[in-house]
Every structure is written in C-alpha cells, then in structure tokens.
C-alpha cells in the first residue's frame, strides 16, 4: 500500500501515518498478518524521525491494529474485536463530525450519502435506507 | 614533456566526464529534462525542444570557450603557474558550466508553470510499504565485501611469510582494504537512500527500486573485487618491474577503466531498465518535487535523507537542506581548494626559490628548496665541470620538470646523484664524492664557473 504524507499539513506526521496505516487496512490493502517495514526502514523512506514512526506504531499497537512480532517486526492484527469501548469512541468521533455537518448546513441525508459513498470505497456497502435528522 | 602530458590527460578527462554530465540533461530520464518533470506528452512539446536546442548551443559555446582558455596551460614554463592557472580554469569552467544549467532549468520551470505542467502534489511524500518493507532483501548482501577486504590483506601477509622488503606491500593493502570499505560505506548509502513511490502500482515501485538497489549494491561489490586483485597484480608486478614502467601504468590504466565501466555500466543500465518500468506504468508519476531542485541543486528542508539521486549527470547528490549535506558540499570544494593551492604554493617554492651552493669553513653547503644539502669538503674525491647531461636517469625522491631536476636520482653512468639542475643552463658541475655525485649548476655560466673555482680553491687548501 502506499503511505500519503503531507509535510506542510497541521496533522502532526505520526498521525498520518497512524491514519494511512488504518485506511489500508480498512480498504484491505494491508490483510491480517502481513509485516509493515521496520520503524528504522519507515522512517528512512519517509524521510522522518525514527521516533515518530515509532510513536505512530505505538498508537496502532495501543489502538489494536498491530502488534510486534519478534521474529517478524510490526504486523497486521487480526480484525479486533467491535466491543463496547470501541462503539462509544466510534459515537464520539461521529458526534463532532455530525455535528459539524449541521453546523455548515449539510443536510442528514447528504451526510449519509457521505458516509455510503466513503464505505463504499472501503467495500463495505451498507444497506439501501433512508435516514433523516 | 611528461608534465604536459599529464595535464593533457586530466584537463581530456574532465572535458568528458562534464561534456557526458551535460549532456544527460537532454535526453528524457524518468520524464524529466533538464532536471525538470514533464507530463510524459510533453516531452516532444515544441516549446521544450527550443529550450533544450538553446541549451546545447550554450553549452557548446561554452567548452569552445573554455577549451580555448586552455591552450596557455601547455605554454606555461613553470608548473606552479600551470597548477594556479588550472585551477582558476577548472574554477572558473565549473562555476559558469553551473550557471548555464540553473539558467536553462529555470526557463524549463517557469513554461512549466506558465502552461501548468504540475505533475500530482507538492510536498507529499509517497512511500509504498512493500518497497520500504523488502528494501534489504533488493539489496546483493554486503557480506560479499569480505572477499575482496581479505584479498586486500595478501601483499601483507606474503611479505611477512617470505620476509621480503617489498615497500608496497603496506600502502597497496591499506589502499584495498580502504577502497573495500569505502564500496560497503557506498552499499549502505544506496541501501539506506529514500525509496520512494513513483506511481500507485506496487509491483512496478518495486521494480523500479529493485532496479537500483540490486544494481547498485553489486556495482560497488564488484568494484572492490576489481579494486583488490588490481592491488594484487601491481603487487606481483612489483617484484618483476620498476614502478616507473609502462606495464606497471598499463595495470593501473585497466583497473581504472573497469573500474569507472563499471560505474558507467550501472548507471545506464539503471536507468534505462527504470524508464522502460515507467513507460509500461499508465498510471502517472505522483510526487512533484521539482521546486527542491530549481537552484540547480538539492535543497528540500522536508528530506532528513543526505543523499540524493543527481537529477542532470551520475551519481549522487547531497541535500543541501540539511547540515551534513552542507558540510559534505562545502567540505570537498574547500578541501579541493586547499590541495590545488597548496601544490601552487610548494611548486612556487619549487620553481622560484633560487638554489645557491656556498663553502663556509670546511663544508659545502646548498641551499635549495626542500632538497638542501651539505658535505665536508674534505670527502670531495674529484670536480669536474660537463657540458651535457646524463641522457637517462630516474628520480628516486625529488622533482624533475622542463626547467629543472631537485633532489634524489639514480642515474646509469654516476648511480646515486643529487641533482640541482637548470637543464637549459650549461655547464654542469659534477662533484663526486663517497657514495654519490652531486651535479650542480646556476642560471649564469659564470656563476657555475664561480662555484667551480671556489670547490678548487677549497680543495686546494
């Protein structure tokens, strides 16, 4: 999969990264088991500090993304388990987010279109609904 | 003569090595021209083919010049001049060779601009995971190195088992062993040198990089390989020839040639095979970072990486973004500076500093540049004054020019002789003494004749 980091962004580069490395899983372009390069490879190739890919690692390790193989390095989990904790933090995130669609006067609907069109991309096409606010 | 002929050969060796470097602006190398990236159909664009007509005419213009300029460097009687004047002309050639470049490269960017060219984002860094992951495993294993590093160690080791005295033993395995180090150093660099992502297709990322690395990393295996057994041969040479022979030359003169071959080799097999990659890919190349190169030079402060890929010529560049790549860039000009001028300044001494023997009390003294010597005039066995010289000798330790020979020779008819020589100056005091001959003589024949009557006088007492 290829990695996008935009150095001029005011996302911080580990975040990037951290957000690459989800989206490829989440578009199955990373599957279950497969390595990712080394922290010292990564941050060689990136062109940024071995700390910062280290703490991007961390996070997704933290996050139940990955986890540290002795023998194989950094590789992708198995699909983590959809608990409780994971529910409210997704509920979270899509509070604010719902929340600044109405703010810019986005309708409940387009909103959701959003949202198929970007699930589509992950090829998880949710059912034919109609949703309003 | 045989300083003229050196200079000749340097000056036509850099003429090429710039001449080649100029010319890889003009063809297309992974969409770029000129250094600059251009949409795969506009490489043919006829705006882009006047820029680059313009650019070889200036170019051409340029050498012309510059090979003009050089002629005086073969009438220049005194060596230390002929080394401040190619210095000052290979100065001088680089500096406006530069120019002419970042001129060209800016009429490229800006009809890029004007006519919005841009190929993907800027400042994005695109890195394909799998390239980056199996980046080691591209590369042929440094291990290979230790071949040719133990190689180096053998002059060294048949000295010490047959006990024998051969003085090049020591500097022909230290040289090997270094140039072995100095290929896994270059391993590593290419190994550790940023990978990026050149278009969405993996398997063509990775074939672009495994193109490099794989040829790369074996390029320098193989040249410490051709770097110790040419130690090697020289040593085995040594026993039989004196280093001053032609076959001695002709076994440097073939390590040489393979040796850059190799490099040459590489670099356009590369760069052919990465081409022919990313004319297969119909997805486009995604990263424009153009702007980091419009200075002629490297300059991205987004890129920790030292180490770049020359965008016009061979090899590698340094980032002159980062400190290291400053220190490196400035480091070399400066230390290129210093050596040229501190020749200048011991050729000056050399060729300008008169030599003059004078007896004070019971001994001859001469003073001359760097060679200076002094002898009880007692140990005088005979003087006599030549008009020819020896007509073959070979320096053992000193200088031998057009106008002049400084030091240690050893020369058939006398053996050993300490030579202070104007050659065009006859005639030529011989004094011989013990275990060698001292011949000397000045500018003025009356001078010489001086010097003559004085060592008479002196013996006389």
Not at chain 2, 38 to 51: F, M, R, S
Not at chain 2, 141 to 158: G, N, Q
Not at chain 2, 264 to 276: A, E
Request: aromatic share 12%; net charge neutral; glycine share 6%.
């Amino acid at each position: 999969m290829l990695i996008r980091l935009d150095l001029k962004s005011s996302l911080p580069i580990y975040m990037q990264i951290r957000n690459q490395i989800v989206l490829g899983i989440g578009r199955g372009e990373l599957s279950a088991g497969q390595s990712l390069p080394t922290v010292r490879r990564l941050a060689e190739d990136a062109s940024v500090n071995a700390m910062t890919v280290s703490k991007a690692y961390a996070l997704l390790k933290e996050e139940g993304y990955i986890e540290t193989d002795r023998r194989r390095g950094a590789v992708v989990r198995p699909a983590p388990v959809y608990d409780d904790g994971f529910s409210a933090k997704l509920s979270d995130s899509l509070s604010i987010l719902a929340a600044e669609a109405k703010a810019h006067g986005m309708k409940g609907r387009d909103f959701l279109s959003f949202c198929k069109n970007i699930l589509e991309e992950l090829g998880q096409e949710p059912k034919e609904e109609q949703y309003d606010f | 003569m045989i300083f003229n002929l050196i200079f000749a050969f340097a000056l036509v060796i850099f003429l090429l090595s710039l001449w080649a470097n100029d010319r890889t602006a003009l063809k297309p190398n992974k969409n770029m021209l000129l250094g600059v990236t251009l949409p795969h159909e506009k490489l043919e664009n006829p705006k882009v083919l006047e820029i680059l007509r313009q650019y070889q005419k200036n170019y051409r213009i340029l050498f012309a010049s510059f090979i003009a300029a050089a002629v005086p460097i073969f009438f220049i009687p005194y060596i230390s001049l002929v080394f401040l004047y190619l210095f000052l002309w290979i100065a001088a050639f680089m500096l406006a060779n530069d120019r002419v470049v970042v001129h060209h490269i800016g009429k490229m960017l800006a009809l890029k601009r004007k006519y919005d060219w841009f190929l993907g984002e800027k400042h994005i860094v695109l890195i394909d995971t799998e390239v980056t992951r199996q980046k080691e495993k591209l590369a042929v294993s440094p291990l290979w190195l230790i071949l040719p590093f133990a190689v180096s160690f053998v002059p060294l080791l048949m000295n010490w088992f047959q006990k024998s005295e051969n003085s090049m033993a020591l500097s022909l395995s230290l040289s090997s062993a270094a140039c072995s180090l100095l290929c896994f150093i270059l391993h590593r660099t290419v190994v550790k040198s940023g990978s990026r992502a050149v278009c969405e297709n993996t398997s063509i990322n990775l074939a672009m990089n495994s193109a490099r690395i794989h040829s790369w990393t074996l390029c320098w295996i193989l040249f410490a390989f051709v770097e110790s057994i040419g130690s090697l041969l020289l040593y085995f040479t040594s026993f039989i020839l004196d280093v001053s022979t032609l076959p001695f030359a002709i076994v440097i003169a073939i390590t040489v040639l393979i040796s850059a071959g190799l490099i040459f080799g590489t670099y356009y097999h590369v760069r052919q095979m990465q081409n022919r990659l990313l004319s297969c890919s119909s997805e486009p190349i995604i990263a424009d970072e153009d702007e980091y190169w419009a200075k002629g030079y490297y300059c991205n402060p987004h890129d920790t990486n030292t180490t770049i890929e020359k965008r016009i010529g061979y090899g590698y560049t340094y980032n002159m973004a980062t400190a290291k790549g400053k220190a490196m860039t400035y480091g070399s000009l400066i230390a290129a500076a210093a050596l040229f001028l501190g020749l200048t300044a011991l050729f000056m001494v050399m060729d300008f500093t008169p030599i003059r023997m004078t007896v004070d009390g019971g001994t001859v003294k001469i003073s001359a540049p760097m060679y200076g010597y002094e002898f009880p005039a007692v140990d005088i066995q005979s003087v006599s004054l030549e008009e020819t010289l020896p007509s073959s000798g070979i320096r053992t330790n000193g200088a031998s020019t057009a106008q002049y020979d400084l030091g240690n020779f050893s020369v058939p008819e006398y053996g050993a002789v300490k030579a202070y020589l104007y050659k065009q100056y006859p005639p030529f005091l011989v004094i011989e003494l013990p275990d060698l001959y001292v011949i000397i003589n000045s500018k003025s024949s009356e001078v010489t004749q001086e010097y003559y009557d004085l060592l008479m006088q002196t013996m006389s007492k």
